[in-house]
């Protein structure tokens, strides 16, 4: 029996890969809203994580390759009142889409438009947004 919390009935779950992960600089625009984290889980091994060149604070991006490795996430519930003014905040080449879980759970998360992946550092080997950083130092 799967023991995982369900999402209420006025909120979206999201999941978040990077700067909006609890303790880093962006978590504020979630908490701010109203939001209420869940869990930590990973996705699917379809996933390849990046560095993005020259965003501020840094990002990572996330692409669904088909080769990739299971990436750490967060999942939020953010409620719908508060949701679409942080999706109007989200610069590009990030956007929301539809992400696999490594359970099999689809949830709405952050995705990185293809075209800002040519510039970016392929991270995938740390496994997450938040190893990579403390490797980083």
């Given at each position: 029996?799967?023991?995982?919390?369900?999402?209420?009935?006025?909120?979206?779950?999201?999941?978040?890969?990077?700067?909006?992960l609890?303790?880093?600089?962006?978590?504020?625009?979630?908490?701010?809203?109203?939001?209420?984290?869940?869990?930590?889980?990973?996705?699917?091994?379809?996933?390849?994580?990046?560095?993005?060149?020259?965003?501020?604070?840094?990002?990572?991006?996330?692409?669904?390759?088909?080769?990739?490795?299971?990436?750490?996430?967060?999942?939020?519930?953010?409620?719908?009142?508060?949701?679409?003014?942080?999706v109007?905040?989200?610069?590009?080449?990030?956007?929301?889409?539809?992400?696999?879980?490594?359970?099999?759970?689809?949830?709405?998360?952050?995705?990185?438009?293809?075209?800002?992946?040519?510039?970016?550092?392929?991270?995938?080997?740390?496994?997450?947004?938040?190893?990579?950083?403390?490797?980083?130092?």
């Open positions: 029996m799967n023991d995982v919390a369900a999402v209420p009935a006025d909120c979206v779950r999201l999941a978040v890969v990077g700067a909006h609890r303790g880093m600089p962006l978590n504020c625009e979630l908490t701010e809203r109203g939001a209420t984290f869940v869990e930590t889980v990973t996705t699917s091994a379809d996933y390849r994580l990046y560095a993005l060149a020259g965003t501020q604070p840094p990002k990572p991006g996330l692409a669904r390759t088909g080769d990739g490795a299971p990436i750490e996430v967060e999942l939020w519930d953010v409620p719908l009142a508060t949701f679409g003014s942080f109007a905040g989200i610069p590009p080449p990030l956007g929301i889409g539809t992400l696999t879980l490594a359970d099999g759970r689809q949830v709405k998360g952050f995705i990185c438009e293809a075209w800002a992946l040519a510039d970016a550092r392929d991270i995938t080997v740390y496994g997450g947004w938040r190893a990579y950083r403390a490797a980083a130092g």
